[in-house]
C-alpha cells in the first residue's frame, strides 16, 4: 500500500493550512492510500544549530519527523506564506530531517527518490504563492521530486465553511485531486 505523509507547515490552531492539508489527505486516502497526517506542533525541536548536533544529537521529536519521512512513500505539503517565503517552522523541520545519524546513513535518506504535492492557502490575493516557489527549489535540491501542479488559495480567511471545507467546490476538488493524483504517480512509478 502506498504510504504518504501530510503535513502544514504552520502550528497555528485555527491554521488555514492544515485544515487545507486535511481535504489533500481526504484525497489520498480516496485513492487506497496509507496516510499518515501530522501536525508539526507535535514535533518541538530547536533551532538547528550544529553544536547543539554534535554535543547533543538529533532531539527525539527531529528524529520522530524524520522517520515519517524515510517509512513514506510520497508527501503532501500545506505551506503558509510569510513575508514572501515558507514559514521558519518547516524550514527548522526539513533542516533537522536532512541530518544523516550515522556515518553509513545514506545522504538525505528521507528526501532522495519521494515524491510531493504543494499547495497553500494565504489571506492574501496570492494565497501563497509566493512562499511555495522557493519551497519548490528546496525541495528539488534534497532530491525530491516535486509535482508540477499546486493549488493557492488566497482570501483564506473567507474560504472556509465551519467544517474546514473549502467552500468553492472547484476549489475543494483541486485540492483532493493533489492527494489522488500523488498516490496515482506514486503507483505509476512503483510498478
Same mark, same amino acid.
Given at each position: 500500500?502506498?504510504?504518504? +505523509?501530510? $503535513?502544514?507547515? &504552520?502550528?497555528?490552531? @485555527? &491554521?488555514?493550512?492544515?485544515? %487545507? ?15 499518515? !497526517?501530522?501536525? !508539526? ?6 533551532? $538547528? ?5 554534535? =554535543? ?14 524515510? =517509512? &513514506?512513500?510520497?508527501?503532501? #505539503? *500545506? ?5 514572501? /517565503?515558507? *514559514? ?6 526539513? @533542516? ?7 556515518p553509513d546513513e545514506k545522504s538525505l535518506v528521507a528526501f532522495s527518490g519521494k515524491c510531493v504535492? !504543494?499547495?497553500?492557502? *494565504?489571506?492574501?490575493?496570492? /494565497?501563497? +504563492? ?7 527549489? +528546496?525541495?528539488?535540491? !534534497? ?5 508540477? @501542479? ?9 474560504? $472556509?465553511?465551519?467544517?474546514?471545507? %473549502? ?7 483541486? #485540492? #483532493?485531486? +493533489? /492527494?489522488i493524483n500523488l498516490v496515482a504517480t506514486l503507483n505509476k512509478l512503483n510498478g
Amino acid at each position: 500500500m502506498t504510504k504518504i +505523509l501530510a $503535513f502544514a507547515g &504552520s502550528s497555528r490552531t @485555527d &491554521s488555514f493550512n492544515r485544515k %487545507l492539508i486535511a481535504i489533500a489527505a481526504q484525497g489520498a486516502q480516496q485513492a487506497d492510500a496509507e496516510v499518515t !497526517l501530522i501536525d !508539526l506542533r507535535d514535533y518541538p525541536m530547536p533551532i $538547528f544549530d550544529q553544536d547543539y548536533e554534535t =554535543h547533543q544529537g538529533m532531539p527525539e521529536k527531529a528524529r520522530q519527523f524524520k522517520h515519517h519521512l524515510m =517509512h &513514506s512513500d510520497g508527501v503532501l #505539503i *500545506s505551506s503558509p506564506e510569510y513575508n514572501s /517565503g515558507y *514559514s521558519g517552522l518547516l524550514k527548522n523541520c526539513i @533542516d533537522w530531517a536532512s541530518r544523516s545519524e550515522a556515518p553509513d546513513e545514506k545522504s538525505l535518506v528521507a528526501f532522495s527518490g519521494k515524491c510531493v504535492s !504543494l499547495m497553500s492557502a *494565504s489571506p492574501g490575493g496570492f /494565497g501563497g +504563492l509566493r512562499g511555495l516557489v522557493s519551497l519548490r527549489m +528546496l525541495l528539488g535540491n !534534497l532530491g525530491m521530486t516535486v509535482l508540477p @501542479d499546486q493549488v493557492t488559495v488566497s482570501n483564506a480567511m473567507k474560504a $472556509f465553511n465551519q467544517e474546514g471545507q %473549502l467552500v468553492d467546490q472547484k476549489q475543494q476538488q483541486a #485540492i #483532493i485531486n +493533489l /492527494g489522488i493524483n500523488l498516490v496515482a504517480t506514486l503507483n505509476k512509478l512503483n510498478g
